[in-house]
C-alpha cells in the first residue's frame, strides 16, 4: 500500500473534498487547479489525523517518508532545498479541518530555520534582516505552539529590543536589534523547556506536523466544537506550503480582501494590507494595515491581479469571498480563500445581488441568509459612533443579560404605577430589582426595561421579548433601591428622571442619551424581496403570538399569516378592567358554592321522600334566595357582564383586523393570584396595622384582602388551579369569554366580514377535561345572539403537559387543532420553573456544559420533542384533520423551527418581531428538507 | 334461528355461564343442577338485554313468545296457571350481571296479581291477609320500578294504616286494613300516573323484563360501574322464578345465611332471618331478623336441611358462600347463592382454613384476599362499641378527609413546638390549620395529626401516611383557632390540653376519649402464614421507605427485603441539627461564589501573561486569603463537619440493622427554603419590628434571616433549585453526605458486618448530571478512610422527571439502578402540585369523574405508566444489568404494584405499614401474570 493515500498535492485536490483534505485544503487544492498562483505544497489528510490518534499519538506508517517525498516535489518546483546552507526551502505548516474554527487550532510559518540555514538564507536574499526577522518570527511561535512554552518571556523580549533601539514596530528592527533577541531567545529556551530547540528542519517539520494534529484536541478546540456541536472525531488536515515572504521587504506585503463588503454588501474589494509584513501582524494588532485600495497606487498591476483574481474566485464559488494574500518582491501570491463571514445587512443584500446577477438560485439566496441575524435589522440599535463615543467618555455603567434585542434612551422610572400614569410623549427606561405580572401596565408602558436580577428567562425577559422591547436583566452590579429611588453603579449614582440608554444586543447599560438607528423594514426593501423568496419555499405556515390590536397590526405589516396565539390575561391587567377581574376572581368561588349548594338540593328534592323531601325543599328555597339575595353575587354578576362587554370590543378590534385569517384566542390560563394585590405586602401591611392598633376600618378591608389572595397562594402555582382548570371549577369565566368571542364574530359578520376566531383550551391533561368544556361552551356559541350565518367555532388545546402529548391519541378526536405550548412544556419535561431556574441553577447548567442550550430558547428535542413527535403522530392517526401548530417562544427560533418541520407541524407562531425569521427559517428547514430527501 | 337462543332454563345453564346468564342466573341454574330446592324458572340471557339497546328499545324478535313457553313450564312444574282466577302463579323478575352490583338494578316479585286474581291466591291458600299482603307488597313495588312513580305516597299509605289500626309491623296489618291500604294505592295511581297499572299478568311481565333491562342504564347503575370499571356494554341478564312466599303466614319466613362467618371467618352458620316476611323486610330494616340459630330451635328439619345445602355450596365453589333462603309452610327454597363479602380478618381466615382443609390451592388462598383489605388489619382500631356509643352521647365532632389510616386518643396541642417539648409518655394529638415541613419535631412527636385545611395529598396527609400515624385532615367544619388555643366544632369547643379522638379510617373526629383496639401482626399469626404463602408466589421484590433506624426496625418486622428510599432530609430536620443546617444552607452560596473566584483567578494566571498575569496573581492570592479568614467559611466548615459526623452515625444505624440487604440512600432532595424559618412570618416580624421601631439588633438579625430566606425564596420550589441542582452548584453538601455513608460502611464491614448502601441521586434530567456527580463522588468513597475491604458504592437515581425517562437510554448507562418516583413524575406529568391541587381542584375532578382515580393514589397507566415503560425498555436496552425498582407512594398500592409487576420492574418499595399489602399484592400480581399467560 504506502502513504499515498494520506498524502495529495494541490494539483491532486478540489474543493469537493473538504472532508478529506479540511476548508482550506480543499480550497487550496481548487485554486491550484484553476491556476492562480498558489505557493507549490500538499495536504496531510484527515484521514492521516483520525489514524494519528488511532495510534495513540504516532504517525502512521509510510507517512513520514511520504511526506519527505512530497517536500522534494516542492525543492523541485521552487528550486531550493530544505535545510540548505545557501538557498533554504522554507514551509509553512497549517491545520484546516472540514469546518472552519478559526484561531482554534495551531499553524508554524518560516519552519526550516536554523542557525545555519538563517545565514544561508540571508545569502540567497541578500536580506539579513529579513533572514533574522523570519528566524524570530519562527522560535516564537515554534516555542509555542509545539514546544508548550509561555509566549510571555519571548514578547517580552521583544519588547524590551524595541524600548532599548527606539524601534516603532517589529518591521523597523534592525538585524543587531533581532541577533540579540535571537540570543535571548536561546536563553529562554535553555532555561524553560525539557527538549532543546530542534536545529534539525526535517525534526522540525516532524513535531510541527504533530502539533497541528495535537491541537485539533486542544482544550480551546474541544470547547469550540462542543459549542458549535462540530463532532469530534473528524480531526483536521495539515497543510504543508512552500513560504512566500510578505516581510522580505517594502515592495513585499500581506493582506486579507473581500469580494464584497462584508459590513454592507455592496460590490466593491474590500479589505486591507500591511507592507514588509507576515499574515500574523495584521491579526496582532501591533501594525495599522492599509486600505485595500492603497495597493492600487503602490503596485497597480499586483492589485489589478489581485481584483481579477478574487473576482474569479467570487463567480467559481458563487459566493463573497474573504480572501488571503501575500506580495513578496511585486509577486502575488493566493494563501487561502474561504466563504466570507458578513453582517445580516451584507448578508441579504449580496444574497440577492448575486441572485439578480445570476449567480445563484432564489433558494440559494435564501439558503445564504442565517435566520437568527434577521433580528439585528429588525429593531432600533445605537448609532455605533455615538456607542463608542459614550464609552470612551466613561458612560458605561455595567453589563448585564441580553434579554431583549434592540436599544433605548429615556428617563428613569422606578415602579410600574409611575410609568404608567406618565405623559404619553416621554421615553421612560422603568428600573426595578426584577419585575412581575403587577408591573405590566408600566412595563406596557416603558421603551425599555432594566432589572438587577434575574435571567434571561424571567419575567421582564420573556415578557420584552413577546412586546418587543428592549431589555437588560440580571444586571447584578447595579443597585436599584426604589426606596430611595437612586440607581447606582460603577461609582456613578442616577436619580428618577435622568436619562440612561439600555443596548439590549450586548446587554451594556449607558448613563445619558445615546442616538438611536431605526431599522428600515418597508415592504419594498431589500429584505421584504427575500422574504417574499422564502415565503415561495416554505411549507410551514406562520403566524403571529398577538394579545392587542397594535399587536395584530404589526403581525401583518411583518407577513402573519394569522394569530397563532392570543393571551386574554394581558386583557384583563387593564387597569380600568383590574376592578372587576378582582371582583369576578374572589367571589367566584363563594358564588361557585352556592349554585352547587342549590344544585344539591335539587338532586336531594328528587331523589327523598317523607320528611327528608320537604326538609331538601326547603333547602332548596333557602339556597336560591341566598343566591338571589347576596350582594356578593351581584357584584360578581356585574363583574363578569362588564368584562364580556370589554372582551368581546377586544374580540371584534382584533378579528377586524385579522379578517379573513385564523385567530387562536387562548382562553384564560393564569393562576388567579397574579390578578390580585401581591401577597407578600398585603401579609406585611395588615401585620405592621395591627401591631400599631392602625385604623380599624383600613385593618378590616386589608384583612379581607389578605384573606382572599391567602385562598388563592399556592405552593406551586406553575402547576397550580389555572388554564382549564379554572374553566371547569369556575365555568362562568370561560363562557363568559367565549361569549365574547361569539358575539364579535356575529357584529363583524353582520358587517360582511370574514372573521375567523378559533378558541384555544390551556393546559389539558385529558380528554375529559374537553368533553366536559366542549359541551358546555359550544352551546354558549349556539345561544349567542342571532347571526346572519350561524357561528361555528373550531375548538382546539394546548399541548403543554406531558401526559397531554402522552394521551394525544384520546384527546386528537375531541378537538380541531393541538397547539403545541413549548414554554410550559419545556416546564414540565425537564421539571424547570422558568421563574426561579435561571438565577438559581440554569446559568450554572449552561456555563458548565451541563446543558450545551438553554431549552427555553432552544427546543430540547430528546425530551420535549419526542414529546411533540408522539403527539403529532399519535393525534394525527386518531384525527386525520387534525391541524397542528406550536405557539411557544420556541416558535421564533430558527433551529426549533427547522425541528417543527421535520415534525410534520402545519404552523409556528411567534411574537410579531420574530417573524421575518420565522419565515426565512421555515424556507430553510424546506430547502434542508429537500437536500436530506436528495 | 328462533328465540330459544336468549333463554335457558336452570337445568340448562351452569355456574360458567356468567357471562351469557348473569352471576344470580348462572348459580341459580348450578344449583339446580346439583338438585338443590331451587323454584321452577328460566333465565333471560344477556344478550336479549344488549339486543334489546340495540333495537333501540324492543323485545328482540321471538323473545317474548318464548317467555310465555317458558312460563308455560313453570306453571306445568308448580300446577298453577298465570292469571288463574282460582290458583295463579305468581313469579318474580330478578335483574343479574355478570358482576354484582348490590342494589344497582331493579327486581319485582309477586308478579301476576290483580283485582282477580288476589282472590283466587286467598282462595287457593286460604288465607286472605297473605293474599292482599302480596297485592299490596307487588303494586308498591311495581308502581316504583315499572312505572317510576315516587314511593313516598305509597310508604304513607301504608304507615297511616298502621298507625290507624295500631299495627306495630306491617305483618300485623289484618285483612281490612289491607284492603284499605290496596284502595288507596288505586287513588294515586289515579293520581299520578300517565299509564293506569295493567292488570293483565302478562302485560305485567312484558313491562317488568322491559323495567330490568332499563334499570342497567340507571344513572346509579351507570355511576357504579364507573367507578368498579364495570364495561357498560355487557347488560344484564333477567331472571324469571316461581314465587315462594316466606310471608304466608308464621311457619314461613325469609333469610339470609353464611357458610362462615363474613366478620371473623370462623367456620359456623351465620346469618338471620325473619317469620312471615319477604326479602324486602329484611333489606328495609322495618322489623329486626333473629339470629339463624334461632331456626334450629323453631324448625330443626328445615335448620339441618339448611346446613347441609350451605355446607354443600360453600364445598362445591370451594368458596364461603352468601345464600338466600326462603321457607314456604316448613319447605326450604334456595333463591341464591354467591361467594361471600367478608372483612379483612375474616378473608384471611378463610382463606387459610380452606387452604388447610384442602378445598383451595395454596395460590387460590393467596388470591382470595383482597390486598388492599389488609389495611384493616395493621393499625389500631376504635373499639366498634365504644365508637358507637361515641357517636350516640353526640362526642362525634366533624367528619374530614380520611388521609392516613389508624385510631388514636390524645391531648389536643396546637402547635408542633408545644408536641416536641411535651412530656414523652402522653399521648398527643397534633392540630393545625394545616402543616409544613416546620412541624416535623412535632408530628414525630404526635400520636396523630388533625388539620382543617388540606387534601389527601396534602403535606400532613403524604407524612403521616410514610410515618403510619393516624390523621384526618382537610375537616373544613372545624376552627381551629391557634392564637386563642381553641378548636370548635358542631357547637363544641375544646382547649388546649382536652381530649380528642381521631379515625384516621373514616375521617370522623370525636370529643373525649374511646378505647382502641390494638392489631396482632405476630410473626406466627395467621397473616404472617398467609403472606409466607405469597412470598414464595410473587417474583416482585419488596423494600421499605425507611427514614430513620426504627422505621428500619419495623421494616423488617413487615418482611422489608432492603430499603428503597431511605429519604436524608428528615435526619437533616432534628432540633439539634436545624442550626448547623442552616449554618451550612445560608453560607454555602457565599463559599461557594469565594472557592469560584479562587478557579477563576487560577485559570487567568494559566493563561494571561505579563502585567495581567501578575494582576490574576495578586487576585488569586487575595481570593485564597479571604476564603482562608472568613468567618462565614469557617463556620460552615465547622456545620460541614458536624453534620457529617450526625449522617455517619444515621447511616451506621440504619445500615446496622439492614446487615446484608440493600439500603438505597437518597442525597438531599429538598429545597433548601424548606430548612429556614418561614418567609412570611419573617416578612411580617420585619415589617412589625420597622414600624414600631423595635430593638435595632433584633431587626437587623431578623433582616439578616430574612434575606436568606428571601434569596432561597422560589415561584415554584417544586420545579425548582432542588435535587442534584444543589449537590451540582453546591457540591460540598452531597460529598458530605457520601462520606458519611462511606465511612458508616468502613466502620461496620471493620465490625465484620456486610452493609450495602446504594447512593440515589435525586430530580436527573440529563446523563451529564450524573456524569458529573459521579466522577466527583466515586473520588470521595474512594478518599474515605482505610477500610478492610475496598468500599464500592452502586451509584443510581430516581426517574422523576419526565425528561428523564425519555432519556434513559443515554442515563442508564451512567447508573447501576434506576428508582421510579412516582410521585414528583405523576406531578411533572399531569403539571399538578400536590400540595395544592388536592384542595383546590382535584376533590373537584374527582367527584365530577373528570378522573377516575386520585393519580397520586394509582398510578396513571397512561400517561406516567408510558414513561416508566419507555424507561424501563430503553434503559435495559442501554444497560441489561440494570435494576429496576419505583418508591413512590404508589409502590404500597395494590393496581400500581400489578403495573410495576407488568412493566417488569425488580421491585417496589412502600412505607413499612404497607408492606404486607405489597407482599400480597406482588403475589397476586404474579398470578394474574400466570393467568393471562395460561
Known amino acids: 500500500m504506502g502513504s499515498t493515500n494520506y498524502i495529495y498535492r494541490f494539483r491532486e485536490g478540489d474543493a469537493d473534498m473538504r472532508d478529506l483534505l479540511g476548508g482550506k485544503g480543499a480550497n487550496l487544492c481548487e485554486m491550484a487547479r484553476l491556476g492562480l498562483p498558489v505557493p507549490p505544497g500538499f495536504v496531510i489528510t484527515t484521514e492521516a489525523c483520525r489514524e494519528y490518534y488511532r495510534l495513540g499519538g504516532a504517525l502512521p506508517e509510510g507517512l513520514w517518508d511520504s511526506i519527505q517525498q512530497h517536500v522534494a516535489e516542492i525543492e523541485e518546483a521552487v528550486g531550493r532545498r530544505f535545510g540548505d546552507l545557501t538557498n533554504p526551502l522554507l514551509v509553512s505548516v497549517r491545520s484546516g479541518s472540514k469546518f472552519s474554527m478559526p484561531g482554534m487550532m495551531d499553524t508554524i510559518l518560516n519552519l526550516g530555520l536554523n542557525d545555519d540555514t538563517v545565514d544561508g538564507l540571508a545569502q540567497a536574499t541578500g536580506d539579513r534582516r529579513f533572514a533574522l526577522d523570519s528566524f524570530r518570527r519562527f522560535i516564537q511561535l515554534f516555542a509555542k505552539v509545539a514546544l508548550h512554552l509561555e509566549a510571555e518571556p519571548f514578547d517580552d523580549a521583544v519588547a524590551e529590543a524595541k524600548t532599548r533601539t527606539g524601534a516603532a514596530s517589529d518591521a523597523e528592527l534592525d538585524p543587531d536589534a533581532l541577533q540579540e533577541i ?54 483536521t488536515a495539515v497543510n504543508v506550503l512552500a513560504m512566500v515572504f510578505g516581510n522580505s521587504g517594502w515592495d513585499s506585503s500581506t493582506g486579507v480582501c473581500f469580494s464584497r463588503s462584508p459590513t454592507t454588501g455592496d460590490r466593491e474589494l474590500y479589505g486591507e494590507y500591511l507592507p514588509n509584513a507576515q499574515g500574523e501582524d495584521v491579526v496582532s494588532g501591533a501594525r495599522t494595515p492599509k486600505p485595500i485600495a492603497g495597493l492600487a497606487d503602490e503596485v497597480p498591476d499586483v492589485y489589478r491581479e489581485l481584483v481579477e483574481i478574487v473576482d474569479r474566485l467570487e463567480r467559481h464559488y458563487a459566493d463573497v469571498q474573504d480572501v488571503e494574500f501575500t506580495v513578496e518582491h511585486g509577486r502575488l501570491y493566493v494563501l487561502q480563500t474561504r466563504s466570507a463571514k ?30 437568527e441575524d434577521l433580528s439585528q435589522l429588525l429593531v432600533p440599535r445605537f448609532d455605533e459612533a455615538a456607542k463608542q463615543e459614550a464609552i470612551r467618555q466613561g458612560r458605561r455603567l455595567a453589563q448585564g443579560l441580553n434579554a431583549s434585542p434592540g436599544a433605548a434612551t429615556g428617563r428613569i422610572v422606578f415602579d410600574a404605577e409611575t410609568a404608567a400614569s406618565a405623559d404619553s410623549d416621554e421615553s421612560l427606561i422603568l428600573v426595578r430589582p426584577e419585575t412581575s405580572p403587577d408591573d405590566m401596565p408600566g412595563i406596557l408602558r416603558a421603551a425599555a426595561i432594566l432589572t438587577s436580577r434575574g435571567g434571561i428567562t424571567s419575567h421582564a425577559a420573556v415578557v420584552t421579548r413577546g412586546l418587543g422591547k428592549p431589555a437588560v436583566v440580571g444586571c447584578a452590579s447595579l443597585r436599584v433601591d426604589t426606596r430611595r429611588r437612586l440607581l447606582s453603579a460603577n461609582g456613578t449614582e442616577l436619580h428618577e428622571g435622568e436619562e440612561i440608554s439600555i443596548d439590549g444586543f450586548s446587554g451594556e447599560v449607558f448613563a445619558g442619551r445615546i442616538e438611536t438607528v431605526t431599522p428600515d423594514v418597508s415592504g419594498t426593501g431589500e429584505l421584504a424581496l427575500l422574504l417574499t423568496w422564502a415565503d415561495e419555499i416554505r411549507r410551514l405556515d406562520v403566524r403571529a403570538n398577538a394579545d392587542t390590536p397594535d399587536d395584530a397590526r404589526q403581525a401583518l405589516t411583518f407577513g402573519a399569516q394569522g394569530i397563532g396565539l392570543c393571551r386574554t390575561e394581558h386583557m384583563f391587567f387593564q387597569p380600568e378592567r383590574l376592578p372587576f377581574v378582582r371582583e369576578m376572581l374572589t367571589q367566584a368561588p363563594a358564588v361557585s358554592l352556592m349554585k352547587s349548594e342549590i344544585e344539591d338540593a335539587r338532586g336531594a328534592v328528587n331523589q327523598a321522600t317523607g320528611e327528608a323531601r320537604e326538609a331538601a325543599q326547603k333547602r332548596l328555597r333557602a339556597a336560591e334566595a341566598r343566591l338571589a339575595n347576596s350582594e ?39 393562576p388567579l393570584h397574579e390578578f390580585l394585590p401581591p401577597y407578600e405586602s398585603l401579609l406585611q401591611e395588615v401585620a405592621v396595622l395591627r401591631a400599631t392598633g392602625g385604623d380599624p376600618q383600613a385593618l378590616e378591608e386589608k384583612e379581607r384582602l389578605l384573606e382572599s389572595a391567602k385562598s388563592l397562594q399556592e405552593a406551586n402555582p406553575m402547576l397550580g388551579h389555572r388554564g382549564c382548570r379554572l374553566g371547569l371549577t369556575y365555568p362562568d369565566v370561560y363562557e363568559m369569554q367565549v361569549l365574547a368571542i361569539a358575539r364579535a364574530t356575529c357584529d363583524l359578520a353582520r358587517e360582511g366580514l370574514d372573521p375567523r376566531p378559533e378558541v384555544m383550551i390551556p393546559l389539558v391533561m385529558d380528554a375529559s377535561e374537553l368533553r366536559a368544556l366542549n359541551a358546555r361552551l359550544e352551546r354558549v356559541t349556539r345561544e349567542a345572539e342571532d347571526c346572519p350565518q ?21 384527546i386528537a378526536p375531541e378537538v380541531r387543532f393541538f397547539s403545541f405550548g413549548s414554554n410550559d412544556l419545556t416546564q414540565m419535561t425537564f421539571g424547570f420553573s422558568r421563574d426561579d431556574a435561571e438565577e438559581k441553577f440554569l446559568s450554572f447548567y449552561l456555563e458548565s456544559g451541563l446543558l450545551p442550550r438553554n431549552p427555553f430558547q432552544q427546543l430540547d428535542e430528546a425530551g420535549v420533542g419526542r414529546l411533540i413527535r408522539i403527539a403529532v403522530e399519535e393525534g394525527r392517526a386518531a384525527n386525520p384533520e387534525l391541524e397542528l401548530g406550536l405557539c411557544g417562544e420556541h416558535g421564533g427560533d430558527p433551529d426549533s423551527i427547522d425541528f417543527c418541520h421535520r415534525a410534520g407541524l402545519d404552523y409556528v407562531s411567534c411574537s410579531a418581531l420574530r417573524l421575518p425569521i420565522a419565515r426565512l427559517a421555515a424556507a430553510q428547514a424546506t430547502l434542508a428538507q429537500r437536500e436530506r430527501d436528495a
Not at 448575486?354 to 449567480?359: C, D, K, N, S, T
Open 342 to 371: 458578513r453582517t445580516a445587512a451584507a448578508a441579504v443584500k449580496t444574497a440577492l445581488d448575486m441572485a439578480r446577477e445570476g449567480l445563484i438560485s432564489h433558494e440559494e439566496a435564501v439558503r445564504r441568509v442565517p435566520a
Open 632 to 670: 356578593d353575587a351581584k357584584a360578581y354578576g356585574t363583574a363578569l357582564d362588564r368584562l364580556a362587554e370589554y372582551q368581546t370590543a377586544d374580540f371584534r378590534d382584533i378579528l377586524r383586523i385579522m379578517d379573513g385569517k385564523p385567530v387562536v384566542i387562548r382562553l384564560l390560563d393564569a
Open 182 to 235: 535571537l540570543e535571548r531567545f536561546r536563553e529562554i529556551i535553555r532555561e524553560r523547556s525539557s527538549t532543546p530547540f530542534p536545529s534539525d528542519p526535517w525534526e522540525q517539520l516532524r513535531i510541527a506536523v504533530q502539533a497541528v494534529f495535537e491541537s485539533w484536541n486542544s482544550a480551546r478546540a474541544t470547547a469550540y466544537r462542543e459549542h458549535h456541536r462540530i463532532p469530534h472525531d473528524i480531526g
Open 790 to 810: 350561524p357561528v361555528t367555532i373550531p375548538f382546539g388545546t394546548m399541548i403543554e403537559l406531558p401526559r397531554a402529548a402522552l394521551t394525544a391519541d384520546r
